[in-house]
Every structure is written in C-alpha cells, then in structure tokens.
C-alpha cells in the first residue's frame, strides 16, 4: 500500500471516530456518568473507549448492531472491574473478619476509608452529601476519595491517565 493510500485511510478513519464521537460521545458520557458519579472519571472511560474505537473505527458501521449499542458493550467491557467490585463490597463487607474469603483485588489495594466510601456511594446507594456527614469531612474530599478509589481501579486494570 503505498504512503498516500495509507494516509488518506487514516485521515478517512480519524474523521470516521470524529464523526462517531459527534453522534454518540454525549450519551456514552452521559451512561459513563450515570454509572461512575463523577464527571472526570467519566471523561477518562469516554477517552478510552473512543481510544479504542479508533483502532478500527470501520467495525462500528459495519454488523448489525446499532453503533450506540456496540459503543454500550464497549462502555461495559471497560466497566466490566467497576461492575465486580461493586457486587463484591457486600461480601467485603460480610467477610471483613475471615481470613480466608477471597478478595476482591480492587478492594483489597483501597484504604478502608476509600472502600468506606465507594461502597457506600455504589452499593449503599449513598449520596455524597450523607457519606461527607457519616464521615465528618467536606464533599470535595469525599469526591477525592472516590476519585482515588476508581484510580486504583484503572491502574490495576492497565489503565493510566486519569490524575
């Protein structure tokens, strides 16, 4: 394949994730934040996902699934530690004491007050306002804290880049 014919693929593919993104960004963002609760960790999975998609953007035009539910299992897939987690706080919770149940490995890295509050806000169902009184601390530290929490997830999940 010559330069020119590779370039201008690539130039098509680019405005082909561009073209995606425009249609589709604003709702996955909008499922992202509604699952995570927080708006910069919900760039940051948007961010990878639209990685993603860019190394073959054709795939999302092409079978006979509609685009936004192939970026949806997409989403999944990228929340798919997010989602085992969560389920696993209960049993954390309940096994607090049992050296020998299983871990989870998200949980395991969190401080207890990381785990405190994204089980609370994810599993409870805790608002942020009620975990920043359970806890006595200002809701900007609590969204740090969920920040630090989804990070830890990312990281051992492979992902870098959210700060």
Do not use: W
């Not at 699952?35 to 990685?51: H, K, M, T």
């Not at 997409?74 to 050296?99: F, H, I, M, W």
């Amino acid at each position: 394949m010559s330069a020119r014919l590779l370039a201008k693929t690539r130039e098509d593919d680019l405005l082909s994730v561009r073209s995606l993104y425009d249609s589709y960004g604003a709702m996955l963002l909008g499922y992202l934040f509604e699952v995570v609760q927080d708006r910069g960790i919900a760039e940051q999975y948007l961010i990878d996902i639209f990685n993603e998609v860019a190394k073959t953007p054709a795939n999302y035009n092409a079978n006979g699934l509609s685009t936004l539910s192939q970026l949806q299992i997409l989403a999944r897939k990228k929340l798919a530690p997010y989602y085992t987690t969560v389920k696993d706080c209960g049993t954390e919770q309940r096994n607090a004491k049992s050296t020998t149940a299983k871990q989870n490995k998200y949980l395991s890295q969190m401080t207890p007050e990381q785990q405190h509050v994204f089980c609370g806000l994810h599993y409870h169902g805790k608002s942020i306002a009620m975990l920043a009184i359970e806890i006595q601390q200002p809701e900007d530290d609590i969204r740090k804290i969920l920040k630090e929490s989804f990070t830890l997830i990312r990281k051992a999940n492979g992902h870098t880049g959210l700060h």
